[in-house]
């Protein structure tokens, strides 16, 4: 079984930056895009961006385009997403999710999920 | 982009009762390239339908999607109590976009 376990809550000041990760076990990392999808409180899901592991090269939502970074690190299983010159509009929790179409850069539907990572910006 | 609006925006329905949610696309969504999730309080999506109509690994087959083009549906047979949740569509032909949500009381 897949699973998806992210780094915990952070606070962080406007302006500064985050980095989540994400640690897949249970399958195999590099042939499956890992995806990005934050929800602000109470509100719905926004796709920022994912990456295929085996090809490298990330694809990002235009809304986040220069201010996101998506890396992965296959020796650990591990994704990253990074987010810069935060605002407090960034607070909400973000969800790593694994496309469920191997091979593709996707975004495809998303068949697991990490528990989420609450960030939240404020002075 | 692709703009999903879902309705309606709350439902409050008694259990065994059946149940049909809406989501509707601003443009088409070629391939039924569509997906619907279930999520609880405090827990991350859980992916129920995909391709617009097949039902995902261990999903009761009192889920059900349907339509094309710009319309489709989720359909709850007949509620059990623990379909309380938000369901939100998503579509996938073109990037990826959600649904702002249906949510379901019962």
């Known amino acids: 079984q897949v699973q998806l376990v992210q780094s915990g809550a952070d606070v962080k000041k406007p302006g500064s930056s985050v980095k989540v990760s994400c640690k897949a076990s249970?399958?195999?990392?590099?042939?499956?895009?890992i995806s990005w999808v934050r929800q602000a409180p109470g509100q719905g899901l926004e796709w920022m961006g994912g990456?295929?592991?085996?090809?490298?090269?990330?694809i990002y939502a235009q809304k986040f385009q220069g201010r996101v970074t998506i890396t992965a690190d296959e020796s650990t299983s591990t994704s990253y997403m990074e987010l810069s010159s935060l605002r407090s509009d960034d607070t909400a929790i973000y969800f790593c999710?694994?496309?469920?179409?191997?091979?593709?850069?996707?975004?495809?539907?998303?068949?697991?999920w990490g528990q989420g990572t609450l960030v939240t910006v404020s002075s | 982009e692709i703009v999903l609006t879902q309705s309606p925006g709350t439902l409050s329905l008694s259990p065994g009762e059946r149940v049909t949610l809406s989501c509707r696309a601003s443009?088409?969504?070629?391939?039924?390239?569509l997906a619907w999730y279930q999520q609880k309080p405090g827990q991350a999506p859980r992916l129920l339908i995909y391709?617009?109509?097949d039902r995902a690994t261990g999903i009761p087959d009192r889920f059900s999607g349907s339509g094309s083009g710009t319309d489709f549906t989720l359909t709850i047979s007949r509620l059990e109590p623990e379909d309380s949740a938000v369901y939100f569509c998503?579509?996938?032909?073109?990037?990826?976009?959600f649904g702002q949500g249906t949510k379901v009381e019962i």
């Open positions: 990456l295929l592991p085996i090809f490298g090269t990330p």
């Open positions: 998503q579509q996938y032909y073109n990037s990826g976009t």
């Open positions: 249970g399958g195999s990392f590099s042939s499956n895009a």
């Open positions: 391709g617009a109509s």
């Open positions: 999710a694994r496309d469920a179409v191997p091979g593709y850069t996707g975004p495809y539907y998303f068949d697991f």
């Open positions: 443009q088409s969504v070629n391939n039924n390239y």
